[in-house]
């Protein structure tokens, strides 16, 4: 019987795919206890500067700051990795000559734009490699709506997930 054995298939389906979930599940855990929030401290205070100046030579002629800042930035990358952000600057921007600056000057322009959104300074710089990159996770801006109070009321709220170091 024809639709019988489509019942089958679609429980094996579904079995199989509680399976895929909850191993990534278990994988989501695991690459999470090396993760840092950028609100923990993650760029130096120096770089950041460093990084204004990059950005005054090489970005403000086309970007006002208040792109990178307030929801825009939110929208765009909360929830995102800071290798996330560099790796679309460094593939795109300048947008005249895009992938013209030194690999560190990208990542000084992403510490930057962090601290334009006032995540705090803290005692060493960004990670120079990808790996460490991915693993510093972009947070709610400090004193913003988190994102998870925006939904509705009655709506489904999920868990505030807070890493630590
Ligand atoms: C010559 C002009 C120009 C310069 C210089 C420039 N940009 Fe851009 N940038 C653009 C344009 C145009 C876009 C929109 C591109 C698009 O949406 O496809 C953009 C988009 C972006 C975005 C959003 C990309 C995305 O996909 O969300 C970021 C972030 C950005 N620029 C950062 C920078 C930084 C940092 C610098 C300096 C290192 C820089 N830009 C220099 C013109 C420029």
């Not at 795919?17 to 950028?38: H, K, M, N």
């Not at 990795?81 to 000559?97: L, T």
């Not at 991915?134 to 925006?150: E, F, H, M, N, Q």
Request: proline fraction near 5%; include cysteine; charge should be neutral.
């Amino acid at each position: 019987m024809a639709s019988h054995r489509v019942f089958h298939g679609v429980v094996r389906t579904l079995a199989l795919g509680l399976v895929i979930a909850g191993t990534a599940g278990a994988q989501d855990t695991a690459a999470a206890a090396a993760e840092r929030p950028v609100s923990s401290g993650v760029f130096s205070q120096q770089q950041a500067t460093r990084g204004e100046g990059t950005y005054q030579t090489s970005c403000q002629s086309c970007h006002a700051k208040t792109e990178y800042t307030g929801d825009k930035f939110k929208v765009a990358w909360v929830s995102k990795s800071a290798f996330d952000i560099f790796d679309v600057i460094r593939s795109q921007m300048p947008e005249d000559n895009p992938g013209s600056l030194e690999r560190q000057q990208y990542i000084d322009v992403v510490a930057y734009i962090f601290s334009l959104n006032a995540y705090p300074a803290g005692g060493a710089e960004l990670p120079a490699d990808d790996e460490g990159l991915k693993k510093v996770k972009i947070d709610s801006p400090p004193g913003s709506l988190d994102v998870a109070s925006r939904a509705p009321a009655n709506g489904f709220l999920h868990p505030r997930v807070t890493f630590r170091k």
